[in-house]
């Protein structure tokens, strides 16, 4: 997800995110923690991460397929 302020439209509270590109990672079951809902579906909750310049992104791919795994 790509972030910038005054984009769009928030419903309930502000997450107070910065300027950016988020991984999202699906939640299932009682989420706990800092979470978001994205439009279509605000009730699906998404744990999320910022990536960072110079972030290593076969890390972060890596990360990812363990989130998926993890279920």
Same mark, same amino acid.
């Given at each position: /997800?790509?972030?910038? =302020?005054?984009k769009g439209? /928030?419903n309930? +509270?502000? +997450? $107070? =995110? %910065?300027? @950016? %590109?988020?991984v999202l990672?699906? =939640?299932?079951?009682? !989420? &706990?923690?800092h &979470?978001? @809902? %994205? !439009? +279509?579906n $605000? $009730?699906?909750?998404f #744990?999320y991460f910022? =990536? $960072?310049? @110079?972030?290593?992104?076969?890390? /972060?791919?890596?990360?990812? %397929?363990?989130?998926? @795994? #993890?279920?």
């Open positions: /997800m790509i972030y910038e =302020l005054g439209k /928030m309930g +509270p502000d +997450p $107070h =995110l %910065v300027d @950016g %590109v988020y990672i699906r =939640l299932f079951g009682n !989420a &706990t923690g &979470t978001i @809902g %994205v !439009a +279509p $605000h $009730h699906e909750r #744990a910022r =990536l $960072h310049d @110079g972030q290593d992104l076969d890390e /972060m791919a890596d990360f990812i %397929v363990a989130c998926a @795994g #993890a279920r």
